[in-house]
């Protein structure tokens, strides 16, 4: 028996082994922080760091958008998952939380899936928090449903694209 489908329209068993294909177009490669992924040169990408945390934003030209937050410190994924989901649920009433386990990069991964209303717009959120040796690291992407008809495949795409790498530079780019 198969795993089931959730809204972020992969088997959530085990995210690598999804087999999105990265969109066509054009894509932009971005390597700091100890990550690296792809995303299509028409998005925008935004890096705010701070000494507690590096949050990393690959914006569609609409409102859909993939989120890479990234902690130092290391805190336990199953804590900053809770965190960003009662933000979320402080934020939105009658917010439907759904809990994934599987991987992501390699990683064992927990993950929640989220669907809510705003602005009288369905939206799914995907949350998935993993811990390397040197880091935990949180992606989230989220939009609205009609928009993620055209933009959960590349903002998938982006997520399979995304590799750990060697994070002894992290402390120098964080300087």
């Excluded at 409102?63 to 199953?78: G, H, K, L």
């Excluded at 899936?113 to 949180?138: G, K, V």
Aim: aromatic share 10%; charged share 25%; with cysteine.
């Amino acid at each position: 028996m198969s795993e089931p489908q959730h809204r972020c329209g992969h088997d959530h068993h085990d995210h690598e082994t999804c087999g999105h294909a990265a969109p066509s177009s054009k894509l932009n490669d971005y390597s700091k922080f100890g990550i690296q992924f792809q995303f299509p040169s028409t998005w925008s990408l935004d890096e705010q760091a701070s000494d507690e945390e590096v949050t990393i934003t690959v914006q569609s030209p609409g409102t859909s958008f993939w989120t890479a937050v990234i902690f130092p410190s290391r805190p336990d994924p199953e804590e900053v998952l809770n965190t960003v989901s009662a933000a979320f649920e402080q934020d939105y009433e009658g917010i439907d939380v759904v809990d994934v386990v599987g991987s992501f990069c390699g990683f064992p991964a927990l993950g929640r899936d989220l669907d809510f209303e705003c602005y009288d717009l369905i939206n799914s959120a995907c949350l998935r928090a993993f811990q390397t040796s040197d880091q935990t690291i949180l992606v989230l992407y989220q939009g609205t449903d009609h928009e993620l008809e055209q933009t959960r495949k590349v903002l998938e795409a982006i997520s399979l694209s995304m590799r750990s790498t060697d994070d002894d530079d992290l402390e120098e780019e964080l300087e």
